[in-house]
């Protein structure tokens, strides 16, 4: 399974590579919400970065509450040269559009990102299943599993 895409060098070097994700509830809670009828909060569509810089995948605490995850703990992260405990939650990461697989169940850090165009970081946990390719002089970017 493969994503690829093309941008123009400036493009790439100034926002990063993208890609079109789905946040949502794992499978688990909707199969127990379902059989409790219970309704969750439907998946949300939004823009990630592929960030090789991020241990974690992360996603905003707005995006957390508007996908009414389902917090499981607190994880200790660092960013820009301090270390914070912010909330963990568990969900599901699908590529709509896209032939990869999704990522159901994961981990994922509620971390505000002042100043991005995006409202999720994919980190390393998820890139470390992946072969990335980043080709900068092309602008060329290629993910296969």
Not at 42 to 65: E, H, M, W
Not at 72 to 88: F, L, V
Request: with cysteine; aromatic share 6%.
């Amino acid at each position: 399974m493969k994503y690829s895409r093309s941008y123009s060098r400036t493009e790439l070097r100034r926002t990063g590579p993208k890609i079109t994700v789905t946040i949502g509830h794992p499978q688990k809670a909707i199969s127990l919400a379902e059989r409790s009828h219970v309704d969750l909060k439907r998946p949300y569509k939004v823009t990630a970065l592929i960030d090789t810089g991020a241990s974690r995948t992360v996603i905003s605490p707005q995006l957390a509450a508007t996908c009414g995850l389902q917090k499981t703990g607190e994880a200790r992260i660092s960013s820009a040269g301090h270390i914070t405990n912010r909330p963990e939650f568990v969900g599901a990461i699908h590529f709509p559009d896209q032939e990869l697989r999704s990522f159901d169940p994961v981990s994922l850090v509620a971390c505000p990102l002042p100043e991005q165009d995006v409202a999720c970081l994919l980190g390393r946990d998820i890139l470390e299943r992946w072969n990335l390719t980043y080709d900068g002089r092309s602008g060329l970017v290629e993910v296969e599993e």
